[in-house]
């Protein structure tokens, strides 16, 4: 779990890269949900919240210019 105070801290490249490992997480989760292989189940709104924070951050960005 990501707070968004660190994420604050961080550049727009580094948030993106985070962003896209995320996503990729977020897939691979999906597909184990559905093969049955999924053994943490909190993960997947875990990811989802992260993603969720990160995209807030860029867009508060993206307003303060």
């Given at each position: 779990m990501t707070a968004?105070?660190?994420l604050r801290e961080k550049s727009?490249?580094?948030l993106a890269e985070?962003?896209?490992g995320l996503?990729?997480?977020q897939f691979n989760l999906r597909?184990?949900?559905?093969t049955?292989?999924?053994q943490n189940t909190a993960r997947q709104g875990q990811v989802k919240k992260d993603i969720?924070?990160?995209k807030t951050v860029l867009h508060?960005?993206?307003q303060a210019v």
């Open positions: 968004a105070k660190d727009a490249e580094q985070e962003l896209i996503k990729k997480e597909f184990q949900k559905a049955g292989q999924l969720a924070r990160i508060e960005r993206k």
